[in-house]
């Protein structure tokens, strides 16, 4: 029988984010903040955020929570009423990429 | 891809409704010959944003590293004296040999056991595959590969309906995620189409048999053909991950926002020397995929008569070889 000691790591899913996926928003965000599986590669992990025109929104400062290895942020200007895009790249601790992106809506 | 081995040697008809899952046996392959890459590891089942699960019944069409350990399938079956049960235990490995190409080992060992009569046990044939990804496309989650099936012929015990001729089954690999389905269409995102058809080519023509006919007092021979099949399979998937990650938070948590329902069709038609009805089995069921293995069960369930009239099931534990050891597997093991 083959007995299997798995190391903390493997490829990141997102557990949660805020905004939620998919969600509908009255005021704008601050910040989009996701919450992944796994622990993250800070220099290697990215948040985008992009208006219905397709551009960048986003201050550009992603950055891994400083006491949570697996929760990554990225600061957001006073953003307008629409629907935003975000999408995500990440590398976990043990080098495996994954990426994806889903959208929310500010309301107003 | 090991589910793909599975699905190709399972073989339906009235007389014999063995081998449903197949078997299990692996060899380590070439796990020394490893050699460390800095590169960074594309993890598995991955197409853009879409994680496709490694499917039961059907063979999905990653090449990666991984272990069904085990595929454990049952049913019962009419038979001259009473029902028969046919439990079969399998397993396949997969490992990662070059870049978006893998070799994977399968085996299984079957038991059957005829109303009161003692169970016949065997293994299946030794089956092995190559497996090659020729194209990814991320923002459409398509992927595309090729492989070659090779049963061992004589591997297996011959009582139980191993052959004693190997057959080899090149087989097209497809998987489909709609995420770039329109955002006015979100609840159709989730859903994920993975597809194989491949010919089954057995090396023997047919199968000869000698017997003594005492109205006649001559031997007679007789020519059992063994038809060329076209093995095809669809598994149909709504993935509540996709669902979660990218479409909508409809605040789904532990366990289940890890599910994935799906719908798989095993199917065989014949295509020359014994022109028969297609057959095959249509096997709903739900995996739950973790971070380092998925467990998958699904119903078994014949689509004609021609394939059988009761209903099985098929259960396998499934273990993502590269996320469990990730220094040795998430690379392949050559990578020129």
């Known amino acids: 029988m083959l007995v299997f000691l798995p190391s903390a790591w ?71 009423t629409g629907k935003y895009r975000v999408t995500w790249r990440v590398v976990s601790v043990d080098t495996h990429v994954t990426n994806g992106s889903f959208e929310f809506e500010v309301t107003g | ?61 990653f090449a990666a590293s991984e272990l069904s350990l085990p595929t454990i399938s ?37 038991i059957v056991k005829p109303a009161n009569q003692r169970a016949l046990t065997g293994f299946d044939n030794l089956t092995a595959n190559v497996l090659f990804e020729f194209y990814e496309n991320d923002p459409h989650e398509l ?9 061992i012929g004589g591997t297996g015990r011959r009582s139980l309906g191993a052959s004693s001729f190997s057959t080899f089954t090149p087989t097209f690999y497809v998987g ?13 995102r989730p859903i994920a189409l993975t597809g194989e058809v491949g010919l089954s080519i057995p090396s023997r023509a047919g199968d000869r048999s000698v017997s003594f006919d005492t109205a006649t007092g001559r031997n007679q021979v007789t020519i059992t053909p063994n038809p060329d099949l076209i093995q095809w399979g669809i598994a149909v998937e709504y993935s509540l991950i996709y669902l979660q990650e990218h479409v909508k938070d409809i605040g789904l948590r532990a366990p289940f926002d890890r599910l994935i329902p799906l719908v798989e069709f095993a199917m065989h ?68």
């Open chain 1, 10 to 80: 493997a490829h990141a899913f997102i557990d949660h984010a805020e905004p939620a996926v998919g969600s509908k928003l009255a005021s704008p965000p601050g910040a989009v903040k996701i919450w992944f599986t796994e622990r993250l590669e800070p220099a290697l992990s990215t948040i985008q955020v992009f208006d219905s025109q397709g551009t960048e929104v986003d201050k550009r400062d992603t950055k891994v929570d400083p006491k949570n290895g697996q929760l990554l942020v990225v600061s957001l200007p006073a953003i307008k």
């Open chain 2, 1 to 61: 891809m090991t589910g793909t081995l599975a699905a190709s040697t399972i073989h339906f008809s009235n007389m014999n409704f063995k081998n449903l899952i197949p078997t299990a046996f692996y060899i380590p392959l070439g796990m020394c010959a490893l050699v460390a890459m800095p590169n960074w590891a594309d993890a598995h089942g991955f197409a853009g944003d879409r994680f496709f699960p490694a499917t039961i019944s059907t063979d999905d069409p």
């Open chain 2, 74 to 110: 049952a049913i019962r079956q009419p038979g001259g004296s009473g029902p028969v049960k046919d439990i079969n235990i399998s397993a396949d490995l997969s490992v990662l040999v070059l870049p978006r190409t893998a070799v994977t080992i399968g085996d299984g060992y079957q």
């Open chain 2, 143 to 151: 992927i595309t590969s090729v492989g070659l099936t090779w049963e």
């Open chain 2, 176 to 188: 489909k995620g709609l995420g770039d389905l329109p955002s006015s269409l979100p609840w159709l």
């Open chain 2, 269 to 336: 038609t014949p295509v020359n020397r014994l022109i028969g009805p297609t057959t095959g089995t249509v096997n709903p069921g739900i995996i739950w995929s973790g971070q380092y293995s998925q467990f998958g069960v699904e119903a078994v369930i014949p689509v004609n008569s021609h394939t059988g009239n009761n209903v099985g099931v098929v259960a396998q534990l499934h273990f993502y070889l590269d996320d469990i050891l990730p220094k040795v597997f998430s690379k392949p093991l050559i990578n020129p």
